[in-house]
């Protein structure tokens, strides 16, 4: 069941998918998934890729675990010592880590944005083994840190 939906969708349409969601085609019949799904099938990131072999999807998901994972680790850094350089130094690496985590935190939404189960579930993951092991008390050396006391060299991450 096709409809085209108006103007302002640039020649896309919608239509019921077999698994039950909504799908996008445009005038090339490449699909986009509207609602989650399930399967080794999809494209993630770039055209084409996985692709429909089931080891390159299981290597799509350890990168989306992997580029979580490091969103994790660079947000609990700890690169800059305090007094240990100079603060023009310090704000560039700050500012270099920045953009470097905002990136690698965009190209994880991306990859979320594919709707695909899997890549979901490893993206939470991915945050989830990062933040326990760089940014929970399990592996602090000093457990009785000041609260004010400077726990990384970014600010905390929030919308």
């Known amino acids: 069941m096709e409809k085209l939906i108006d103007d302002h969708t640039h020649g896309m349409m919608m239509h019921n998918s077999s698994d039950g969601g909504m799908t996008m085609m445009n005038h090339r019949k490449m699909m986009m998934h509207m609602t989650f799904f399930w399967g080794s099938n999809t494209q993630i990131l770039f055209s084409g890729w996985p692709g429909t072999r089931t ?58 944005m594919s709707f695909n189960g899997g890549v979901f579930l490893a993206a939470v993951a991915g945050h989830s083994l990062g933040f326990f092991l760089f940014g929970s008390r399990v592996f602090n050396k000093n457990p009785t840190t000041v609260p004010a006391a400077k726990t990384s060299d970014l600010t905390p991450m929030s919308c």
């Not at 290597?59 to 580029?67: H, K, Q, S, W």
């Not at 994972?69 to 023009?88: N, P």
């Not at 953009?99 to 990859?111: C, D, K, P, S």
Request: glycine share 8%.
């Open 55 to 112: 080891g390159m999807y299981v290597l799509a998901l350890i990168a989306v675990f992997m580029l979580a994972f490091m969103v994790e680790g660079i947000s609990h850094s700890r690169l800059t010592k305090s007094g240990s350089i100079h603060h023009v130094t310090a704000g560039l690496v700050q500012t270099l880590l920045h953009a470097l985590r905002v990136g690698l935190a965009y190209l994880v939404m991306l990859a979320i």
